[in-house]
């Protein structure tokens, strides 16, 4: 059964870092992509990075861009998938779920991830 687990969510004052961890196990068959998303008080889901499974190309919402790096390790049919937050801003405020999908990063909309861990919030405060 596959499980995903996030972890690292909490508190920040502005400017600070956070470290979001998502383990991924239970695979018969490994995601192609895993994806970080969020989605704030009153407004939608909305995508902030990806990773591919495979070659490990990347992708990040223009918001986060320079400020947020994701990464991957794996290891037999665990999948370990980290959001670094550096410099963070108050509308960076969000629940944050990781995601997995069996088609390829370039181009998938949210529809196209069928795996979701339960969410951590992250508050940054100013």
């Known amino acids: 059964q596959v499980q995903l687990v996030e972890s690292g969510g909490g508190s920040v004052q502005a400017g600070g870092s956070l470290r979001l961890s998502c383990v991924a196990s239970?695979?018969?068959?490994?995601?192609?992509?895993m994806g970080w998303f969020r989605q704030a008080p009153g407004k939608e889901r909305e995508g902030v990075a990806t990773i591919s499974y495979g070659s490990g190309s990347t992708d990040y919402a223009d918001s986060v861009k320079a400020r947020f790096t994701i990464s991957r390790t794996i290891a037999w049919n665990t999948v370990t998938v980290n959001l670094q937050m550096n410099s963070l801003k108050p509308e960076d405020t969000a629940i944050y779920y990781c995601?997995?999908?069996?088609?390829?990063?370039?181009?998938?909309?949210?529809?196209?991830?069928?795996?979701w861990g339960q969410g951590t919030q992250v508050t940054v405060s100013s």
């Open positions: 239970g695979w018969r068959y490994l995601p192609a992509c």
């Open positions: 995601a997995t999908s069996p088609g390829q990063c370039r181009g998938a909309s949210e529809s196209a991830f069928d795996y």
